[in-house]
């Protein structure tokens, strides 16, 4: 055709067929480039995206506001909810809608509800890992959002349902920040907790290592050791978060008992599927789809036949032993000095 449509010699249409053959192997290579590049871009893609990735607000308390914080904040560990609501992320609907309450220093604080009703968004919030979208919260009449996130989460401790354990030994996941000197107060926590006998069998005590995760400690056990951590630290807000579903009745009045006498001037909020878990609290929030449906004496709550906790209470099955452990624990409380809890 070429030497046809004029004066190309067979030679050069020789040359030029070979040329033109070559190029679809350039092409070939050309397309595997392009992809390279495509997917290699993906990488400054992802950096860029996390550039602007939200970051968690400040470490430290500005100094405006800590020239107005008292000199040991916070020396009473009041803890109020003002209208507050929270989402997860925009776009989502809000988890706690328009929540209020008010916690008093040293009071026992049980949290129930359904799945999904918010009760661990409120210690999710307590702790600033998400902020909240309208209201505030306040504790010991400081607003929690203008402290640095050190200074706030300093203050409180939280027993997660899985409670984890660090690599390294017993008195490192004690004393994480060997903030105690002496190892006579880390042997005193770990008797408030009732755990000395269990390490004092142990051939290497406190310098027992932690084999992965804390596995060689019972998931009881492991709760004792993180409830020690809280003690040491001398936390002013602890929060257990479902922290007694997985054991054994005997360790959990355990744990009941540790948190009765060793953190006896915290402020404590118990969220439990077990109502006997928190039946003898000073008071009992129940939560119900974001909103908190009852807040009030355990007791009080129960003679409300037709209200939320009477509702759980008697779909839980054993109504009459959880009655009895309200009522009894209202006594108690009337005979001990409780004006400042009751309403
Ligand atoms: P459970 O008894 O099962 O622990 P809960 O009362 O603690 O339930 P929350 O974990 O507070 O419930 O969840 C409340 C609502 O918030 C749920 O509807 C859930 O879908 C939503 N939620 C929880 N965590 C997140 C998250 N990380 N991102 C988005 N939504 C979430
Ligand atoms: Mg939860």
Redesign the pocket.
Known sequence: FLSASGGVGVVFTGLILTYALEVPKFLKFGTMMASRVESDFNRVERILQYMKVDTEADEDTSPEVRKGLPPAFPSKSTLEFRNYSMR??DG?PL?LKNVSFTVADGEKIGIV??????????L?SIFRI?EGSSGSILLDGIDISTLGLRDLRASMCMIPQDPFLFSGTLRENIDPFSAVKDDKDVWDALDMVGLKSVVGTLPEGLATVMSDGGSNFSQGQRQLICMARALLRNARVLML??ATASIDLETDNKIQTAIRTAFSHCTVLT?A?RLDTVMDSDRIIV?EE?VVAEIDVPKTLLDKEEGALSRLVTRSGNADRLKSIASKSYDNLRAVDTKQFLP
């Open positions: 997860y992320r989502l988890v509800g359904r799945t999904g009703s918010g009760k661990s968004s409120i999710v998400v978060d479902e969220i599927h939560m974001g």
